[in-house]
C-alpha cells in the first residue's frame, strides 16, 4: 500500500514504480486530515488486495520556529497533520491488521522529538507525542501481535533538503553540501532515502517480529540522545 500525493513528481514515482514490475500499486490521493479520506484509504487497499499487513505514518511538513511566534492555529495545524493523521489512519487499518493476524505500523518522526532544539516547534512537540502514541499503542495491540515502532528521521535527502541546498549553497554540488561539516553529522554525510527506506523495511518485516514500541533513530548519529 502507498498513500501517494498528488504532486506531479510523486505520480511519476509510482509509473517508475510500476515500469520496473511492482504491479501491486495502487496510488492515492488522501486528505489524512479528513477520518474520512483515511478510512475510504483504508477500505479501498483492503478491496483490493484482500488484506492489510503494514501501515507507514509519513505525513508531515516542516515546521520549525521560536514558541512566541506560533499561534494557536498553527500549533492546531501541525498536530492535526503530524498527530492526528496517525491517529486516523491506523483507527481505520487496526481491525483489518488485528484480522490477517497481526502487523506492523511505523510512525515516522524526526530526532527532535527526543531531544528538542531551540526554535524547533511545533515540529518537535507534534513528534514527541507521536513517539508518546507509539509506546501506548504498542501496548494496547501487542495481544493482537500487531508491533507498533517509530523511526527518528535526522538529515535524509528529500525534496526539501534538496531546496535547502539549491537556496542556501547554489556553489556547492549535492555531494559537496552533503558533506558539509556544518551539518554536525558524525558520519560526515546527509543519508539517503534508501538507507532511511532499509530500516523502515526491517521493523515491517518478520526479521522484527520481536520489535514492539521502540525507537531508531536514522540520522548518522547525530541526535543526542539514545
Sequence with gaps: MRFVR??????RRVAHIQRHGEAGV???QVD??????CENAVADVVTRFGRLDILVNNAGTAA??????IDDGQWASDLDLKLFAAIRVSRAAVPHLREAGGGSIINVTTSWAKTP???SMPSSVSRAAGQALTKAMSRDLAPDQIRVNTVCIGLIRSGQLEERWRRERPDLTWEQFARDPGHQIPLGRIGNT?????VIVFLASEAASYVTGTSVNID???APSL
Design 6 to 11: 498528488g504532486t506531479p513528481s510523486n505520480w
Design 26 to 28: 495502487l496510488a492515492l
Design 32 to 37: 489524512v486530515t479528513k477520518p474520512e479520506d
Design 64 to 69: 520549525a520556529k521560536p514558541f512566541e511566534r
Design 117 to 119: 532544539t531551540a526554535s
Design 194 to 198: 534508501e538507507e532511511a527506506a532499509k
Design 220 to 222: 548518522g548519529g547525530s
